[in-house]
């Protein structure tokens, strides 16, 4: 059986990815920087606010002119040192109002600056950005929607994941649950706005984050996507996470379609501990988190800042009993006698059980006045469990001298993540210049045991290593950033950036996918490879690289006092594929000190995956046949792009996704106890990639003719065939009571409805003509339609008393469809919409110790319940890939956390 590899493998590959990047970087860092940039002056002082007088840690003190950052610790003290002269500043904090000051500072002398913040009770827009403008803004100043999540409302949600917590806090943001669907078990596909998980941009500090390297195939939202596995960063190393909603390809490249999302590391000074334990209310799924973080300060603004997080969280289950006869008759035809013994809780259904381990380090090394190299990244390793569908005793996939009472096939994971990025940022002359080297990769592994492979017959061993996927990714980048007076300040930026992706499958043991010849315990031809998931074989290797080149523009600036104009370009050239330019144009027009409105129109792109270009193999799949309309298991192949198979049924080369995005909002503050934005979006994708629904060999003998020499009964292939245009809103209301006598009130409610519709007819080739509905079909239709909530509400109220902060959610999630057959609509299935409550009470002990109890889906909530057809035998009780919350029902959890 394969091993996973050891945490001491994923630090050598750390330290390997460290000493192939240090040559670029300092050929690529000017060496003046190095040193000592003429004489300097001591900026420090203390962040207060302005009523109570109490410190206020956390704030972000930035210098206008050169964007130099500084955060305050937890006393309210910060310090910076700045050359002489007159500087900007701007102070910031999500709970106070945005603070803008002048101050001089003379050369070689110390400048003391006392900041006092007026609180902000509306809680929504006053903190820092770095996403939507390349100057320094708040939320409410960017020319485009950006929400902001911080650590504590992170942490006050209960979950332990970081895609969780991101999904009940960001209308805009879905994570949907799968079961028995293979990898998609243990990482699930995210999206924004509808759309798919590879149409989001995701940032860690600013810099891209590579993709996952397992493509969904199965069945899931996102099916035909391989996106980036948020669930591989803890939550504990995240100070704030940043989602731009708008289309930002030529801001911050291909795949930012939907929007962006910024993950930004934590750079605390001081320790803190957390412990969460909990289960559900069904009195599964245990859940045991515990983090550490710590931070060092070096020199008066640098940073090493460490965390570790340990994530166990045990399998749920919800599968109803097995009614089906599990053994042959007798003789006589009587029922076996075994059928009365027998536990028909024989399926698992629900989550995979899953441990995690995670350690990331997010640090800022000063160099002289105005320069540093940072790094940060992180290494995290996975391990699931999941089940697949029973074989029973009588079922031809089981061999009766191995499994007489039949079996569950065990799908063991080992997802493997780490990331690395080295940067020298430096001032020439009031310029930013920031160099930087990022790599990356996700492996994973497949494990089936509690198996077996019906073609070797009694001689199969029950378990196998079924092969790996790997992905990876390195880039090197420069970007330059000032500010130029042309009658008017011009912010301008420049930047480069040279990427290159791997992709490589490997091949499992030969048991796992070999056909040994033994016939069916029927007497039939038996299905070749470990049963649940047969293994890569060598015909399925895959090692493919590519690389891209691409600059960008971008100008920003006042055209008059109330008028902000954003212009974007952005040019990239890949070496598989081609090249595309990408533009955007985005207006702020101040109508009143406190009113704003906003729009922007702009083109994206993406480029087609390595996976979505090379992925194939052939999985046993359980789909509706299009003859006897029954559920059954089919081997489908998965072939990809340039396979003689893919080229017989006349699918072209996969080229890029290519998008128009318009939007229009505004943004009112109209005191400090209240705030509202609302934003209007369109997103017209053409070319979209899918996978193709599945030509089965017994719905006409010219399939069957086509995939006989290729050891299959389906077949699903990668390809551009549709237009897609989405429609929504985007709303968020944050408004804050000031009760008196250290009590406040807090009330956000935030809502996103969005429809995506298939526009046009299938891009169907001349020799699938007659099978345009199977290239693709109403099912792969739906799924990208119906199968996420069209809407998401959430309306939340944070309390705080003193000590006590207690805080109440309730999340609606809108409707979902399930489409089963291709064929037959009277199978379709509508799943209301449902509401989740969760409440979270926090006690502080003095300034240190937090103890916190909570539930979540208080009232036990579940999806609408299968109709009978659905429900394969009222074994699947709830829907399996559409319930966009699960159906795990509620649960409850405790949490200590310390401070110091």
Avoid: C
Wanted: proline share 5%.
């Amino acid at each position: 059986m394969h091993q996973p590899q050891p945490l001491s493998h994923l630090t050598h590959r750390i330290f390997g990815a460290v000493w192939r990047l240090l040559p670029a970087l300092l050929l690529l860092a000017p060496a003046h920087g190095f040193a000592q940039d003429g004489a300097s002056g001591l900026l420090k002082g203390m962040v207060r606010d302005a009523n109570t007088k109490n410190a206020v840690s956390g704030a972000n003190i930035v210098v206008i002119n050169n964007q130099k950052i500084v955060v305050s610790d937890r006393n309210g003290s910060f310090s910076l040192r700045l050359k002489g002269g007159t500087y900007q500043l701007m102070v910031s904090h999500p709970d106070f109002e945005t603070t803008y000051l002048n101050t001089d500072i003379a050369a070689g002398g110390t400048r003391e600056l006392d900041v006092h913040m007026i609180a902000s009770l509306a809680n929504f827009g006053e903190e820092l950005v770095v996403l939507g403008s390349r100057a320094a803004r708040t939320a409410l100043e960017t020319p485009v929607p950006v929400d902001v999540m911080h650590a504590e409302e992170l942490k006050a949600t209960g979950m332990v994941e970081t895609s969780r917590m991101l999904q009940f806090l960001a209308p805009s943001f879905n994570f949907s649950t799968s079961t028995i669907s293979d990898g998609t078990d243990i990482v699930r596909p995210s999206t924004l706005r509808g759309l798919g998980p590879d149409q989001t941009l995701v940032l860690v500090n600013g810099k891209r984050r590579h993709a996952g390297a397992l493509v969904h195939v199965n069945g899931s939202v996102g099916r035909g996507t391989a996106g980036v596995d948020l669930n591989a960063i803890p939550g504990a190393a995240i100070e704030r996470i940043e989602i731009l909603r708008d289309g930002a390809s030529a801001q911050y490249g291909s795949d930012a379609i939907a929007g962006v999302i910024n993950l930004i590391l934590k750079n605390d000074i001081g320790t803190s501990f957390d412990i969460n334990a909990g289960q559900t209310y069904e009195e599964d799924g245990e859940t045991l988190t515990g983090s550490v973080n710590h931070g060092w300060r070096i020199g008066e603004r640098g940073f090493l800042n460490l965390t570790g997080e340990f994530r166990d969280r045990a399998a749920t289950n919800r599968a109803g009993l097995d009614p089906r006869p599990q053994y042959p008759a007798l003789p006589d035809g009587s029922p076996d006698p075994r059928e009365q013994s027998f536990d028909r809780l024989n399926h698992r259904y629900g989550d995979a059980d899953s441990e995690n381990l995670g350690l990331f380090v997010n640090a800022s090394f000063p160099i002289g006045i105005d320069s540093e190299i940072y790094l940060f990244g992180g290494i995290t390793e996975r391990e699931g469990e999941s089940g697949g569908f029973y074989r029973r005793a009588l079922d031809n996939r089981n061999v009766p001298e191995i499994y007489p009472d039949g079996f569950l096939p065990l799908i063991n994971t080992t997802v493997d993540d780490q990331s690395l990025s080295i940067g020298y940022k430096t001032l020439i002359n009031n310029w930013v210049l920031d160099i930087s080297a990022t790599t990356g990769g996700n492996s994973f592994d497949f494990d089936i045991n509690n198996s077996v492979n019906v073609s070797l017959g009694a001689a199969s061993p029950t378990e196998a290593f079924a092969g790996s996927l790997e992905f990876n990714q390195t880039t090197l980048g420069a970007d330059l950033f000032g500010t130029v007076d042309f009658g008017r300040p011009v912010n301008l930026a420049f930047g480069f950036e040279w990427r290159e992706d791997s992709y490589q499958i490997g091949a499992g043991e030969t048991a796992s996918w070999i056909d040994g010849g033994v016939p069916n315990q029927a007497g039939g031809r038996a299905a070749p490879g470990i049963q649940v998931f047969p293994g890569f074989r060598p015909g399925n290797e895959v090692d493919a690289d590519r690389d891209n080149i691409a600059v960008y523009g971008e100008l920003e600036t006042n055209l008059s006092e109330p008028l902000l104009v954003s212009l974007a370009g952005r040019f990239e050239d890949y070496s598989d594929f081609g090249n595309n330019f990408s533009g955007k144009l985005a207006f702020r027009y101040s109508a009143h000190k406190n009113l704003a409105f906003r729009t922007s129109a702009s083109t994206g792109f993406r480029a087609p995956s390595l996976h979505q270009s090379f992925f194939n193999n052939t999985s046993t799949q359980f789909v509706t046949d299009e003859v006897s309309n029954e559920l059954v298991p089919f081997e489908v192949g998965t072939f990809r792009n340039n396979d003689p198979v893919t080229q017989a049924f006349g699918i072209p080369e996969l080229k890029e996704e290519t998008s128009v995005n318009l939007s229009a909002g505004f943004t009112w503050k109209p005191s400090r106890n209240l705030s509202i934005t609302a934003d209007m979006y369109q997103i017209d994708i053409d070319d979209r990639i899918v996978i193709s629904g599945q030509f089965q060999a017994s719905a006409d003998p010219q399939i069957a003719a086509l995939l006989e020499p290729f050891d299959v009964s389906a077949a699903q292939f990668f390809t551009n065939a549709v237009d897609t245009e989405t429609q929504g809103g985007d709303l968020v209301i944050a408004y804050g009571f000031d009760l008196g006598e250290e009590k406040r009130l807090r009330l956000t409610a935030a809502a996103n409805w969005n429809d995506t519709q298939v526009v046009g007819e299938p891009q169907t080739p001349a020799e699938l003509e007659g099978f345009g509905s199977t290239l693709f079909n109403r099912i792969e239709r739906e799924r990208i339609e119906t199968a996420q909530p069209r809407s998401q509400i959430s309306l939340t109220a944070a309390y705080e008393v003193k000590q006590l902060t207690i805080t109440a959610r309730a999340n609606r999630f809108g409707s979902v469809k399930t489409v089963e057959s291709a064929a037959d609509p009277s199978r379709d299935q509508v799943f209301g919409a449902k509401t989740l409550v969760d409440l979270d009470l926090s006690l502080r002990f003095g300034h240190h110790l937090t103890w916190s109890l909570g539930a979540n889906n208080l009232f036990d909530t579940y999806p609408d319940e299968n109709n009978p057809g659905l429900s394969f035998n009222g074994i699947f009780v709830y829907p399996r890939r559409t319930a966009p919350f699960g159906f795990n029902g509620g649960s409850f959890y405790t949490r200590l956390s310390y401070l110091f």
